[in-house]
């Protein structure tokens, strides 16, 4: 798909992967960087049959309760549509800590590795849900 850098530090690069899309997020998430993420998450969602979107985290800087937004805005996002399944990989240091302090950690599933994530996405059973969220934490 592509990538975009903004003069705010946040740099997504979008992939599709066939089964599911790849948001590679680096830079804040913050008051500034927070409505153009949502609006890169909302693009994809509104493009894509299913979604299945994987998050790979591991080069966010930070994160504030803005940035948090942008997971509670996901997450009411799929709640809406039942065969949703995000993905988070590479939650760590502040982001953990902020998704943990909001307790929006639980609400997503997480895997060790964008190879995992991938793979636990394509093919899901249906109504995995919970289950499936359960097994990709284990996995990481």
């Known amino acids: 798909m592509g990538e975009a850098e903004h003069h705010y530090s946040l740099k997504v690069r979008i992939a599709d992967h066939g089964h599911c899309t790849v948001l590679t997020v680096s830079g804040r998430l913050d008051r500034v960087s927070a409505p153009v993420m949502t609006a890169y998450v909302d693009a994809v ?7 299945h979107l994987v998050l790979d985290l591991r080069r966010v800087t930070g994160c504030d309760y803005y940035g948090a937004g942008v997971f509670a805005h996901m997450v009411y996002r799929a709640e809406q549509r039942p065969q949703a399944a995000i993905v988070l990989v590479g939650i760590g240091g502040r982001v ?3 998704l943990s302090r ?9 895997a060790a590795s964008l190879k995992q994530a991938c793979a ?5 059973p249906v ?3 919970a289950a499936e969220r359960q097994h990709l934490n284990r996995l990481s």
């Open 102 to 110: 909001t307790g929006l950690v639980q609400k997503f599933a997480h």
């Open 45 to 51: 969602w509104d493009g894509t049959p299913g979604p």
């Open 127 to 129: 109504g995995a849900g």
């Open 120 to 124: 636990a996405l394509a093919a899901p």
């Open 96 to 98: 953990q800590r902020m």
